[in-house]
C-alpha cells in the first residue's frame, strides 16, 4: 500500500485517470484520507496505478483539517481543468454547510468541470455541489443527520438520506464517512471490474461491498423490553443459514407478529428479513469458497442456497463474479480440505 493520497502518485496522465481532490476549509480527515486511499491502491495486473490523484484548494492555500491539523496542498483550483474525476471529501464547517453558499473560485471551477469531468462528493460535500446548482432536479444523498437542513436549502433536490452512495452517471455523491470508501469501491468497480475493485479492498481490509443503507445507522429510539429488539432472531438465524426459514418462522421465533418482526428488523439493520438473510447466506458462501475445496454444489447447500445456480446468480449480484471465479481469485493458497458440518 502506497503512502497516500496528498501528493500525484504517477506523473504520466496519459495511462492513468486523474482526479483531483478539492479540499476546502474544514475538510473532513476522514474523508480527505480514506476514499482516496481506495483510488491510489487500484492496480492493474502489472501493478500500475490505476488513478492519479492530485489534492487542491482554491489558490492552493492551506486549510484547517477538522482532525485540527493544516492541510499545505500541492496544487490550486487549475488541476480542475486537467481532471476525470473532481472528488470533494465532507465539510465540518463554512458558508456551504451552514447556507449553502459556496465561494466565486469553486462556483466557477466546479460549474467548468460539469459535464466534462465525473464529479465526486463525500458525506457533507454534497451541499457544495448543491450549493453550485448541480444537483438540481437530480438525485443524491448526504448525511442523514444533515438531511432535514440540505432539503430546506435545497428543494430542488431529489434528496435520498437512506442509501450509502447514490450513482447518476457524472455526478456521485456518498452519504457520511465510510460510505465515500464504499463509493470509492464502486467507482474502481464502474471503471476497472470487480476483481480490481475487491483487490483494492482487501489491501486496505475493507469490506469489498456492503449492502443496505444509512438506515440501518440512523438514531431511531426502539421499545424498551425484551421484546423489542430482533437481535436474538439474527442470532438464530446465522445458525441455520443452510435450513430454509420462512418470516412466519423468524417472526414467531421473535414472538412477534409478522407485520412488527418486519417493521422492527428493518428499522434495527435498514433492510428486510429476507434480504438480510440472503446476504448473510452470500457471506457464508464467500468464506466457504475462500477457505474450503468443497464443490460448489455443497457450498450451495451449506449456505442455504438451493442450488448452485442460484448461488451463481446471487454471488454474482453481489460480487459481479462467479463462484469459481471468486475462489480463484480469493482462496486462501493451502486451503482446508474440509469445513464444518453447518
Known amino acids: 500500500m502506497t503512502s497516500g493520497p496528498i501528493a500525484i502518485m504517477c506523473k504520466n496522465p496519459a495511462m492513468t ?29 502489472t501493478g500500475r496505478p490505476l488513478y492519479e490523484l ?60 460539469a459535464g466534462r469531468a465525473r464529479l465526486v462528493s463525500i458525506c457533507t460535500a454534497a451541499f457544495v455541489l ?25 428543494p430542488r433536490v431529489l434528496l435520498d438520506p437512506e442509501v450509502l452512495f447514490v450513482d447518476d452517471g457524472d455526478i ?50 426502539l421499545p424498551c423490553g425484551m421484546d423489542a429488539s430482533t437481535g436474538a ?19 414467531a421465533h421473535a414472538r412477534m407478529s409478522v407485520r412488527t418482526f418486519t417493521r422492527r428488523f428493518r428499522e434495527e439493520t435498514g433492510l428486510s428479513p429476507a434480504r438480510w438473510l440472503t446476504q448473510r447466506r452470500v457471506d457464508h458462501a464467500r468464506k466457504l ?3 474450503t475445496a468443497l464443490p460448489v454444489d455443497e457450498v450451495a447447500r451449506r449456505s442455504g442456497f438451493a442450488t448452485a445456480v442460484s448461488l451463481r446468480q446471487h454471488l454474482h449480484a453481489a460480487v459481479g463474479v462467479t463462484p469459481l471465479a471468486y475462489r480463484r481469485t480469493f482462496r486462501a493458497s493451502t486451503p482446508l480440505a474440509t469445513a464444518g458440518t453447518r
Open 17 to 45: 485517470h486523474r482526479v483531483a481532490v478539492l479540499a476546502l476549509d474544514e475538510v473532513a480527515g476522514f474523508d480527505l484520507g480514506a476514499g482516496p486511499e481506495i483510488l491510489d491502491t487500484a492496480k492493474d495486473a
Open 54 to 113: 492530485a489534492v487542491c484548494t482554491p489558490g492552493g492555500a492551506p486549510v484547517r483539517v477538522s482532525s485540527g491539523y493544516t492541510l499545505v496542498p500541492d496544487h490550486g483550483l487549475e488541476v480542475l481543468r486537467e481532471a476525470d474525476t473532481v472528488l470533494l471529501p465532507g465539510i465540518h464547517g463554512g458558508a456551504a454547510l451552514r447556507s449553502g453558499i459556496v465561494t466565486e473560485p469553486v462556483l466557477g471551477a466546479l460549474r467548468e468541470a
Open 130 to 154: 448543491a450549493g453550485a446548482g448541480l444537483l438540481d432536479g437530480r438525485p443524491a444523498t448526504t448525511h442523514w443527520r444533515h438531511a432535514n437542513r440540505f432539503r430546506r436549502l435545497f
Open 172 to 221: 456521485l455523491t456518498a452519504a457520511g464517512v465510510a460510505a465515500g470508501i464504499d463509493l470509492c469501491l464502486h467507482l474502481v468497480r464502474s471503471d476497472h471490474g470487480s476483481e480490481v475493485a475487491n483487490t483494492a479492498a482487501r489491501r486496505c481490509v475493507v469490506a469489498p461491498w456492503r449492502e443496505g443503507g444509512q438506515a440501518q445507522f440512523i438514531e431511531r429510539p
Open 233 to 251: 432472531t439474527r442470532v438464530w438465524m446465522l445458525e441455520r443459514l443452510h435450513e430454509p426459514l420462512d418470516l412466519a418462522t423468524l417472526a
Open 289 to 291: 469458497l475462500e477457505t
